[in-house]
Nanobody, 115 residues
Framework: QVQVVESGGGLVQPGGSLRLSCAAS????????MGWYRQAPGKQRDLVAT???????DYADAVKGRFTISRDSAKNTVYLQMNSLKPEDPAVYYC?????????WGQGTQVAVST
């Protein structure tokens, strides 16, 4: 059974940093891309960042220069380093894993930014 599990969310002050991790387990052939999305209360789920199997990355304009996505393909793990967190960044962050056979979502991890 395939599974995607996020970790690393929490509460930080504005300007602080968090690192999210996402591990995909089970038999997943040919992962094309892994990524992070976020959903704030009352809003739609939006792209934060993605990384493909060849290392190409894409970021939402709102996080460019502050967030960095990376992956360890051998471990089917993707990371999101979030720096300079702003009051508009709080949301539930979801990991997404895509292959020709799967489009998998994790359960989400909460990120809060507050003084």
């Amino acid at each position: 059974q395939v599974q995607v599990v996020e970790s690393g969310g929490g509460l930080v002050q504005p300007g602080g940093s968090l690192r999210l991790s996402c591990a995909a387990s089970g038999t997943i052939f040919r992962i094309n891309a892994m990524g992070w999305y976020r959903q704030a209360p009352g809003k739609q789920r939006d792209l934060v960042a993605t990384i493909t199997s060849d290392g190409s990355t894409d970021y939402a304009d709102a996080v460019k220069g502050r967030f960095t996505i990376s992956r360890d393909s051998a471990k089917n793990t993707v990371y999101l380093q979030m720096n300079s967190l702003k009051p508009e960044d709080p949301a539930v962050y979801y990991c997404n894993v895509r292959s020709p056979y799967h489009n998998l979502w994790g359960q989400g991890t909460q990120v809060a930014v507050s003084t």
